[in-house]
């Protein structure tokens, strides 16, 4: 699978670790920066990724920021774009099932790289339901 990850200064040592992670399991990883831990603007990679996804150049996204909140606002800003910030597989399984989420947006100051990797394996295993969700996620985009 393509997958675009990018991320700020805060997110950039699990960007990292993730990056071997997903190369570990087959994916093809196009990274969008930052490319440091020096101070970095979220906006820049969170709409980076998001074009990325949008031109089909990948399947979906990762995104990360201290919160996951900064990043996640500006990928949402985008028409097409689900992303949905989970601190948990729980919550990421679900993004996938009933919002059909195609960026996972992590909050790399307050997880573990574990629960990560249990997020982004979740997240490109499940699949969108449709049914009842169907009709709820045509009306997101306005």
């Known amino acids: 699978m393509n997958i675009a990850i990018g991320s700020d200064h805060a997110g950039f040592e699990l960007k990292e670790k993730l990056i071997t992670y997903l190369k570990l399991k087959n994916n093809t990883v196009i990274d969008k920066g930052c490319y440091s831990a020096e101070r970095a603007d979220y906006p ?26 900064g990043i996640n606002i500006t990928a949402n800003k985008h028409t097409g774009i689900r992303a949905a910030l989970c601190w948990n597989s729980e919550i990421a399984t679900l993004a996938r099932q009933h919002n059909d989420a195609n960026i996972l947006v992590l909050p790399a100051r307050y997880m573990s790289v574990e629960e990560a990797h ?9 699949k969108f339901e449709g049914g009842r969700h169907l009709d709820r996620v045509k009306k997101i985009d306005i």
């Open 44 to 69: 820049d990679y969170g709409h980076a990724v998001a074009n990325a996804v949008l031109n089909k150049e990948a399947q979906v996204g990762v995104l990360m920021c201290g919160s996951g909140n």
């Open 118 to 126: 249990k997020c982004i394996d979740v997240f490109l295993t499940e």
